[in-house]
């Protein structure tokens, strides 16, 4: 088949896990995705999640880690994060699909009248819809590769229809779809031996449930040998070249290069019959893995967040500070605080000796007063500061507090009744509170003000930045907050809403209502993140 000659058929490849669930299966899809676009495919990548709710808006992120945000604003599962930061790929409400969501669908399908007197059933009604979801995401048929990413683990009840699907497409487009089944293989020590038997028993339901896996990927934290190799390609029904190894590695930036390396991508073309116009091209990609590894300096960045004890509830700006460090050839040392256990009392002791702080994005009141007390600490140390979502809302209020003069200032949030509410409810949202209807979510303009740091890290006038929140700064306490010498340096062009504000007289003092660290990748570390951990590592050599 040749590449790409004006008609696209686009292949559908779905990855399954086994044995145990946080195996990498998201880690795996953004892999393939990009060595498969490293040699010049068009590729788009999608999550099917097993849960019933309909987006992951609601989810504690002890539950499901962060949520994610994609540019149309779709509140959505956190491996989308990982597609956009290895591929660059613009991920949108099409990339996340859940079993909320297919169940959704068809019962207002149902409700109108659609199914004719039917009885509406799990097949084919909710495996239909399953389908068309998954078909969305090639946009029309313009991508080479659908990546599907089912989560859960096969032989889950709730992810049935999502594997029942796998097998429709499969039997109705053999050549256009594919199976990789990700597993794992335990080493025990006391034996010294490598398991397979999880690998063949999670195979065996995935053939129970119709479906013949074409690629297995292997987790282990030992090197493979090729016998075990060989051992499982017999009981699987798999060529031995489709059994991939894939190894625990420092990082999760250099899986592109070992599943290369270990002929996944190869896998992939051959069990299509298809050949690439060159082999991946992956020099930046492989830059950046010799610059984080050949770092030199260390920068040392605290984040004070709500939900720090749970490793994936702030995932994008772990990430996009790891992308800046790297960028500036230094290594990033993150210390997590608990903001709820941040005081007047203790925070010297905490923060000390730290290059600079970030305050971290929520909601609800737990930990706001260790987020203004963390921002205050910042503005009086002259310490490199970003806050994100509510941590730029806590140090507007802290900045009300004790320099402004306003002792109550508070956002509306946290205290409906303060006199002096600095962050409050945009008029329109004001008649229908408490669900995700009344936030302001995805990409929005920004106006920057010449002369300002934003302007200066950005480079350009006009920015878009993702949003996720509700509150808006009160604009009628602008000039007051200007003359204490608070600026708005972004403003939404369309509504004159605030975007980002800063300290001039301090060295880096930037908070921003919406989310950058949605838009850091690999290849393009976020401008203000680059910013920032620069400004932290300047303040480190002055010490
Ligand atoms: N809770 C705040 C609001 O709703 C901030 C949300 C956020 O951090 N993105 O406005």
Redesign the pocket.
Known sequence: MKYRTGMVKTKYIFITGGVSSSLGKGITASSLGKLLQARGFKVSLQKLDPYVNVNSGMLNPYEQGECFVTEDGCEADMDLGHYERFLDFCATRDSNVTTGRIYQTVIQKERRGDYLGKTVQVVPHITDEIKRCIKLASAGGDCDFVITEVGGTVGDIESHPFVESVRQLKWEMPDACLCVHLTYVPYLAASKELKTKPTQHSVKVLLEAGVQPDILVLRTEHKLPKELKRKVALFCNVGESSVVEAIDLPSIYEAPLKLRDEGLDLAVLNRFGMTSPHEPDLESWTSFIHRMKSATGVVRVGLVGKYVESPDAYKSIGEALVHAATYLNCRMELSLFQADQMSEENVVRKLEGLDAVLVA???GQRGEKGKIVAAKYARLKNLPFLG????M?CAVVEFARNVVGFFDAE?K?MNPQTEHPI?DLMTEEKSHLGTDGTMRLGAYDCQLKKGSLAYEMYGTEVVRERH????EFNNSYKEVFERAGMSFSGINPQSGLVEIIELPHLKWFVGTQF?PEFKSTVLHPHPLFVGFVKAAIENRQEK
């Open positions: 994005p929520g909601f994100i979502g509510l941590g809302q956002s949030e962050f996720r929140h509700r509150y989310h």
